[in-house]
């Protein structure tokens, strides 16, 4: 039976029990968009612009776990899709862009001119090296494998983004979808399942653990995307053994694990950063260990321990600094593995120091005693805070909700991590509503906010019930904290020749509620009656202090125990174990 090619795209995409989509309609698309007005069960959620579109669906990616998926027309409608699609192959989000394409008969191919069709861009080129497959479809005899094999990648193994582009004469023309050879019954198939390595027998790890006095689980965002917090939780609690996270971890275990250290590296919590230093073991599950971790002083880094890194990316195993042990393993599965073994291991001593630690430095009070605003303000959100999902958007707030809020495990926290896009959490928060069905919150600045506001108005159209916080020092304060301390406080771009308009009249404008907070004494007052309803607003919080910093602050080759502010090099010999560097 003949189907047109539209059509089955949807068929498709609702055999893998995807039946929310996000896009922008264009020319090269509109044969799936009148697909998707056939099939009552498939929803698409028309965003205004592609990137929206594209983070959205990432945001719907990464609180149901299904591929997201993003449609775009050809030309603009596929460029403006790059920064979401470079975000999820960072971040390791399965997602499926499918975006269309002109006529194969009006595509220049090889042809040593720039454009045959109106808006004709190789889009498949542009973007190969930020996706895992990438592919146009111009022969109607390979929709089928090309949509199977696209699908399958963005979910297997270190999951990320496909791209399938697809000519508008083969989205209209009709074909038997099962006289067309299927993808899984393809010799490439069996290679990639048969592929998959034995997994490593984790014995000399386990040696290692019954041997260490002061071992730490380093979180990465690895064990979000195999979904073992709870496995990864259950062990912990057995053993006592204390956590800290990197960026994209800090949802992958509640604030209420008693032994939760916190966020380590460049911006990390002071505990967090003397915890992982003074370590003698140190097991990084799902994380790549960059710079941002570990700080540029590779050397100096966990100097008296043993790291052992599981990733189930084997090229990320030993690619950042020397690892004593790797381990190519789904985080999941090596949890699960490691549950097998009996240990016995007395942790009593090391969990004192860890409480020294954290109840000497305080995420929302610096090491002068003084409240750190910005911080404090997150953490009082955090209080008002039921089960929401949570997006946040790339600039100082980011590294404050890092640091200070607190989340329960049923909460989820989407940060942009290796893209760092600012204008990600609005649109993100829109697919993560949709996909939860609940409450979501944004935490965004006064830059990032204006990247993709205009999806205020998608916001608006669907009544999502998307609480929208500003944190608003009208400055772009990340770079400017970069400015004052390597480029002689030279604010251009930061402060000079950068301004905020009245967010509140903007939102308004959209049909959305909106208020200023800008006494942080009534800060709480006003949250209670933000949370009471469910209604979309956005809050605008004008911060007392516009020169806001993110404290403490890891300086560029400077162990991670030694943070900015420093503390005096007495007090911080002290609170160390290992031996203090001489410098």
């Not at 791209?163 to 009709?174: F, G, K, S």
């Not at 053994?241 to 275990?253: E, Q």
């Not at 710079?291 to 321990?305: H, I, N, P, V, Y």
Request: negative net charge; hydrophobic residues 40%; aromatic residues 10%.
């Amino acid at each position: 039976m003949n189907i047109k090619i539209s059509d089955y795209i949807i068929e498709f995409l609702l055999s893998k029990n995807i039946n929310k989509t996000f896009g922008y309609i264009g020319g090269a698309i509109a044969h799936i968009y009148h697909s998707i007005d056939k099939y009552k069960e498939m929803e698409i959620i028309n965003c205004i612009h592609e990137q929206g579109a594209g983070f959205a669906a990432e945001g719907y990616a990464r609180i149901t776990g299904k591929s997201g998926v993003a449609f775009a027309t050809s030309g603009p409608g596929a460029t403006n899709l790059i920064t979401p699609i470079g975000s999820c192959y960072f971040d390791s989000v399965p997602t499926m862009f499918i975006t269309g394409q002109v006529n194969t008969y009006e595509y220049k191919y090889d042809k040593p001119v720039r454009q045959i069709g109106f808006q004709e861009t190789d889009i498949v080129s542009i973007i190969k090296p930020i996706v895992k497959y990438a592919v146009m479809v111009d022969k109607v005899e390979d929709i089928r494998y090309e949509l199977e094999k696209a699908y399958y990648l963005s979910q297997e193994g270190r999951k990320g983004p496909v791209l399938v582009d697809i000519p508008m004469n083969i989205q209209r023309t009709e074909v038997d979808i099962s006289s067309l050879k299927s993808f899984f019954d393809s010799n490439e198939y069996f290679e990639l399942e048969n592929n998959k390595k034995e997994k490593k027998n984790i014995d000399e790890f386990i040696n290692l653990l019954k041997e260490s006095k002061r071992p730490i689980v380093l979180i990465g965002g690895g064990v979000r995307l195999s979904n073992a917090n709870v496995e990864l939780l259950n062990y912990v609690e057995k053993y006592n053994i204390p956590v800290v996270y990197s960026l994209m971890g800090k949802d992958a275990i509640s604030e209420d694990y008693k032994y939760n250290l916190g966020l380590i590296g460049s911006y990390g919590n002071r505990y967090g950063n003397l915890a992982l230093a003074n370590s003698d073991l140190i097991l990084v599950l799902g994380s790549r260990l960059d710079t941002r971790q570990t700080g540029t002083s590779l050397d100096t880094f966990a100097r008296e321990a043993k790291i052992i890194q599981v990733d189930v990316d084997k090229n990320e195993l030993g690619s950042k600094i020397k690892i004593d042990i790797e381990i190519n393993y789904d985080v999941k599965d090596f949890i699960v593995t490691l549950n097998k073994y009996e240990i016995n291991i007395d942790t009593t001593e090391w969990l004192k120091k860890l409480k020294e630690y954290k109840n000497k430095f305080s995420s929302t009070v610096g090491i002068d005693n003084n409240l750190k605003i910005p911080n404090y303000v997150v953490s009082i959100i955090s209080k008002y805070l039921q089960d929401e999902d949570i997006c946040v958007d790339v600039g100082q707030h980011q590294m404050w909700t890092a640091q200070s809020l607190n989340i329960k495990a049923t909460q989820r926290v989407l940060f942009s991590g290796g893209m760092g896009a600012m204008g990600f959490a609005l649109p993100a928060s829109i697919g993560a509503c949709i996909g939860s069905n609940k409450r979501t919150v944004v935490i965004a600045g006064d830059g990032g906010i204006q990247m993709n506001i205009q999806e205020l108005e998608v916001i608006n159209r669907r009544k999502l019930p998307i609480k929208i916080f500003v944190l608003n020092n009208k400055n772009l304060g990340m770079v400017r904290q970069f400015q004052e301390l390597y480029f002689d406080k030279k604010y251009l771009g930061t402060i000079d020749d950068y301004s905020v308009p009245n967010f509140v009249d903007i939102t308004k404008a959209y049909g959305i509620k909106a208020r200023k907070i800008d006494n942080i004494s009534k800060l709480e007052i006003e949250l209670k009656d933000i949370f009471s309803s469910n209604d979309p607003e956005l809050i605008n919080i004008e911060l007392p202090v516009e020169m806001t910093t993110v404290e403490p602050k890891l300086i560029v080759n400077k162990p991670i125990e030694d943070m900015h502010p420093f503390i005096s090099k007495d007090e911080l010999s002290s609170l160390m174990i290992i031996k203090p560097l001489e410098n």
